[in-house]
C-alpha cells in the first residue's frame, strides 16, 4: 500500500541554520503530496503542497519540490527561526483508483527544534 | 470564518465504558475525515464520509468503532468498551469538495484527546 518515510528525529538547529527534512513517498499513480506542520499546543495546519511532479510549494519561506523520479518531497528552508520549533509531518493523497484515495497518509513526524 | 471544531477537549474515561467525540466541519465542506494520533502509531486514517455516506471506513481499528454523519455536517465518532490502547488524540478534518480534486486540503480541527484508565 502507499507510505510515507521521513528522517527520524528530533532535529535541533541554530537560529538562521538551514533545514531539509527528508520525505520519500511510495504510491501507485500520480498522488498529491503535503507538509502539514503542528505547533506546540496547536492543531495541525497545512504548510505546503504540490499536487504534480516537478511542482514545488512553498509558504512561509518553507519551499518542496514534487520529485517522481525519485519519489521525494524534502522540505527546505534556508533560514530557519525559533519560532519555526514544531513538528513537520509530510503526507500524500493518493490518486484515484489507489489505496489512499481520498485519505492522507502520513509519515511519522519530524520534531524542530530551533535555538536563538 | 470558524474552523472545523471538536468537543470534548480531553475526555477521560474507564475501560469498558462508551464514548462519543464529535466534529463540526467547515460550513460548506462536503467531505470528512476522523484521525487518530497516538505515540506508537503516529497518524492513522480512520474513516470519510462524502456527505453522509462513508465511502471509505477502511482504517477503522475494530467493530467497537462506529462513526456516523447527518445531514451532511456534524459527525459522531463513537467508541464502546473502550480500551487502554484507544488513549490517542482524535483528529476531524474537513475539505470543500470530494478528494478526486488533486491537492484539495484538509483542515484539521484541534482534537479530542481521550484518555482510558
Known amino acids: 500500500g502507499d507510505s510515507v518515510t521521513q528522517m527520524e528525529g528530533p532535529v535541533t538547529l541554530s537560529e538562521e541554520a538551514f533545514l531539509t527534512i527528508n520525505c520519500t513517498y511510495t504510491?501507485?499513480?500520480?498522488?498529491?503530496l503535503f507538509w502539514y506542520v503542528q505547533y506546540p499546543g496547536e492543531g495541525l495546519q497545512l504548510l505546503l503542497k504540490?499536487?504534480?511532479?516537478?511542482d514545488k510549494g512553498s509558504n512561509k519561506g518553507f519551499e518542496a519540490t514534487y520529485r517522481k523520479e525519485t519519489t521525494s518531497f524534502h522540505l527546505e528552508k534556508g533560514s530557519v527561526q525559533v519560532s519555526d520549533s514544531a513538528v513537520y509531518f509530510c503526507?500524500?493523497?493518493?490518486?484515484?483508483?489507489?489505496?489512499?484515495?481520498?485519505?492522507?497518509?502520513f509519515g511519522q513526524g519530524t520534531i524542530l527544534t530551533v535555538h536563538p | 470564518g470558524a474552523g472545523v471544531s471538536q468537543s470534548p477537549s480531553n475526555k477521560v474515561t474507564e475501560k469498558g465504558k462508551d464514548v462519543e467525540l464529535r466534529c463540526d466541519p467547515i460550513?460548506?465542506?462536503?467531505?470528512l475525515y476522523w484521525y487518530r494520533q497516538s505515540l506508537g502509531q503516529g497518524l492513522e486514517f480512520l474513516i470519510y464520509?462524502?456527505?453522509?455516506?462513508?465511502?471509505?471506513k477502511s482504517g477503522l481499528p475494530s467493530d467497537r468503532f462506529s462513526a456516523e454523519r447527518t445531514g451532511g455536517s456534524v459527525s459522531t465518532l463513537t467508541i464502546q468498551r473502550t480500551q487502554q490502547e484507544d488513549s490517542a488524540v482524535y483528529l476531524c478534518?474537513?475539505?470543500?469538495?470530494?478528494?478526486?480534486?488533486?491537492?484539495?486540503?484538509?483542515?484539521f480541527g484541534p482534537g479530542t484527546r481521550l484518555l482510558v484508565l
Open positions: 504540490a499536487t504534480k511532479a516537478d
Open positions: 478534518a474537513s475539505s470543500l469538495a470530494p478528494p478526486d480534486r488533486a491537492g484539495e486540503t484538509q483542515y
Open positions: 503526507a500524500l493523497r493518493g490518486s484515484a483508483g489507489g489505496t489512499s484515495y481520498g485519505k492522507l497518509t
Open positions: 464520509f462524502q456527505g453522509n455516506s462513508a465511502p471509505d
Open positions: 504510491a501507485t499513480g500520480y498522488p498529491s
Open positions: 460550513s460548506g465542506h462536503t467531505a
